[in-house]
Structures are given as structure tokens and as C-alpha cells.
């Protein structure tokens, strides 16, 4: 039992479980929205499952596959199957597990969630070969995270809106955006093993400029998104808390100096999803 929990221990720390927190609070904007306050109780709990399994499954697939290139990376050295702590068959098979807990959550949502269930998927796990082929696989990432509140539009409404697809768009520029700053850390070692990001290929000022440019359109899109869905007070107010958070958090890094691009990355990101949620689920409570 021992070895078990540290064996659980040691792959929730592998795939950050606790940062599903970044797409989770655009998915729960999404389900507020599409029932016009919270759905049925049942629906809710598939999403919440279906939304974690499916990070996880990820999470634990970029680890797998990028497991030889984390090993000859300072930063990602010490991660636990380059330090021998996990073996890649146990994450491959943990992937393979939450792939299937995903797949059913989806089944007991509705017949279109089963259905692009394996759309999904390949976008989840397509996202960690993307960086062996363009400099643009931060956008694949982004999308990864921005399918989350067209996901749960879905399962409540068994449809797409097509206003979804904005909050979706502005979700993929977002983690994009910051995916580009993360990767500034990685610029000399992706330039010698051969891997694409924005930063490899353009400099590292360049690339917060381009992050820049991805949050202010994250921004325009959170505008149109709020004219769709006819946003009050609360929610253009959640729109300019998103706003001064985003320059709050560009504020902390710079090309010169990366060392607090964690709590910008991890903390703050987490945050602005969180107070999102929190403004316009009170624009539709205050509505209802």
C-alpha cells in the first residue's frame, strides 16, 4: 500500500493535476451560460470527470513522449521518468486509463459528447509531436485548453452554439500566449535538440511581443463574447478584471528576466480563469 501511494502521488505530481484549474473555470463559465445557471447535478459531475480525465490523459501523454527530451533538458531533468521514479510503460498505461474515463464520461453526457470524443483525444495527445514540426504548437496547445467551454456547451445543450466557438478562440490566444513565454525558458535548449517554438525561431523579445498581441486579442474576442451573450454589468466588469490581470501578469516577466514566470504562468493564470467564471455566473444569476 505504501509503494501504491507513492506510485499515485508521484504521477499527480507528474501531470500537475492540480493545474486543471486553468481550462476547468472557462468550461464552468460555459455550463452557466448554456442552463441559464447549473444543470442537472448528474450532468455536472460527468463534466467535472470528463474535464479532469481528459487533462490527465494529456498531462501523462506529453510525459511519455517527451521523455527523452525532458531528460536532456536542465529544467525538466529531475521530472519523474527521466529520474526513474515512473516507468513509460506505467504513464503510458495511466494514459490509456483516463483516455477511457474520458471516453465514458462522454457516453453518459449526451450522443454528440460520445461522438467527438476521439476529436478531442487527438488534439489532447496530437499536441505533444506538434513541437517536432512548427513553431506554432503553442496555438495547439491553446486549442487543447479552448475546446473545454465548446466541450461543455455541448454536454448541457447536446449542440453547438456557434458564440461558444469565440470564448473558445479567446481561451486557445490565452494559454497560447503564455505556452509562447513559457517557452522562453526552453529557447537554447529546444534550438539544440532540434525542437520548433515560437521563441527558437524568432528570439525571445520577439516572442512577448507576439504574447502581447495573442492577449490582446484574447481580449477583443472576451468583448465580442460579451456583446453575444448580452453581458451586464458584472460581466463586463469580469471582462476588466481579466484585463487588468493579464497586464498585472506581464508585468512580472520580462525578456531580460524570467524568474517569476511561475507565479505568472501557474498563479495568476488560475486566478483569471476563477474571477471569469465568478463574474459572469453572477451576470446570470443576477438575470435570472
Known amino acids: 500500500m505504501a509503494g501504491l501511494w507513492t506510485k499515485t502521488r508521484t504521477t499527480l505530481e507528474m501531470i500537475k493535476w492540480e493545474h486543471s484549474i486553468f481550462a476547468l473555470p472557462f468550461a464552468l463559465t460555459a455550463v452557466v ?65 483516463t483516455a477511457i474515463v474520458f471516453v465514458l464520461s462522454a457516453a453518459q453526457l449526451n450522443s454528440l459528447t460520445l461522438d467527438l470524443s476521439p476529436v478531442v ?31 461543455a456547451w455541448i454536454a448541457v445543450r447536446g449542440a453547438l452554439d456557434p458564440r461558444i466557438l469565440v470564448l473558445t478562440a479567446a481561451v486557445t490566444l490565452w494559454a497560447g500566449g503564455f505556452d509562447v513565454l513559457y517557452a522562453c525558458q526552453d529557447f537554447r535548449h529546444d534550438r539544440t535538440a532540434g525542437l520548433f517554438s ?6 525571445i523579445p520577439a516572442s ?40 498585472y501578469e506581464h508585468s512580472l516577466v520580462s525578456p531580460g528576466d524570467l524568474r517569476r514566470l511561475n507565479a505568472a504562468f501557474f498563479t495568476m493564470n488560475g486566478v ?15 438575470r435570472s
Open 33 to 97: 451560460l448554456a442552463a441559464h445557471g447549473l444543470p442537472a447535478g448528474r450532468t455536472l459531475l460527468w463534466i467535472l470527470v470528463a474535464m479532469v480525465a481528459a487533462r490527465s490523459c494529456a498531462m501523462a501523454f506529453n510525459r511519455w513522449a517527451d521523455a527523452e527530451f525532458d531528460a536532456a533538458n536542465p529544467r525538466t531533468k529531475n521530472r519523474a521518468i527521466p529520474v526513474g521514479l515512473l516507468s513509460r510503460e506505467f504513464v503510458l498505461g495511466f494514459t490509456v486509463v
Open 121 to 151: 483525444l487527438v488534439v489532447l495527445l496530437g499536441y505533444s509531436y506538434t513541437k517536432r514540426v512548427t513553431r506554432w504548437s503553442h496555438l495547439v496547445l491553446g486549442l487543447a485548453l479552448g475546446l473545454a467551454p465548446s466541450a
Open 198 to 203: 515560437l521563441p527558437q525561431a524568432v528570439g
Open 208 to 247: 512577448f511581443r507576439a504574447a502581447r498581441i495573442m492577449h490582446l486579442a484574447m481580449l477583443a474576442l472576451l468583448v465580442w463574447f460579451g456583446l453575444l451573450f448580452h453581458f451586464r454589468a458584472a460581466g463586463w466588469a469580469g471582462i476588466a478584471a481579466v484585463g487588468l490581470l493579464l497586464g
Open 272 to 286: 483569471i480563469a476563477m474571477v471569469f467564471l465568478v463574474f459572469v455566473a453572477a451576470d446570470v444569476w443576477m
